[in-house]
């Protein structure tokens, strides 16, 4: 069985309410049961977790690591184009990774279409609102 953490960063909590023409409609609430429910179904484990906290994020990779967690997929807000320290832990945890985004930040602020962890990362999901995250399970789950 194949475990996947998804880690969810700042202001993701806010998702439903937080402008919601940028980030859709959907709750953080609903996309973590959508994804639990699609693990699930193909014989996956899935947690799933989210901060406003960089070092709580960086604190869940490391125990990642030593839970033997299979894969990531990630979400890190704003600490997309600012976090040094993050890309760091999904570096030293050496666990496979997909980094997702709600919107399409390469058609959003200049700042935003710099990520510290696209390089490391086994691929990038943007623009596809919540489907990207379902996207990113199955692409996961297929893997051997």
Not at 96 to 118: D, G, K, T
Request: hydrophobic fraction near 45%; proline fraction near 3%; charged fraction near 20%.
């Amino acid at each position: 069985m194949k475990t996947v953490l998804v880690l969810h960063g700042p202001n993701l909590n806010l998702l439903g309410s937080r402008e919601p023409d940028i980030y859709g409609k959907t709750t953080l609430e609903d996309i973590d049961a959508g994804l639990a429910a699609m693990a699930k179904a193909r014989g996956g484990s899935l947690v799933c977790f989210q901060s406003n906290w960089e070092g709580a994020l960086i604190d869940r990779i490391h125990t990642a690591k030593t839970e033997k967690v299979d894969y990531i997929i990630i979400n890190p807000g704003g600490l997309t184009h600012t976090s040094i320290s993050l890309r760091d832990a999904l570096a030293a945890a050496a666990i496979p990774f997909i980094e997702v985004h709600l919107s399409n930040v390469y058609a959003r602020e200049e700042f935003r279409a710099h990520s510290y962890l696209s390089p490391i990362a086994m691929g990038v999901i943007s623009g596809l609102g919540a489907q990207g995250y379902q996207l990113a399970l199955d692409a996961l789950l297929k893997k051997a």
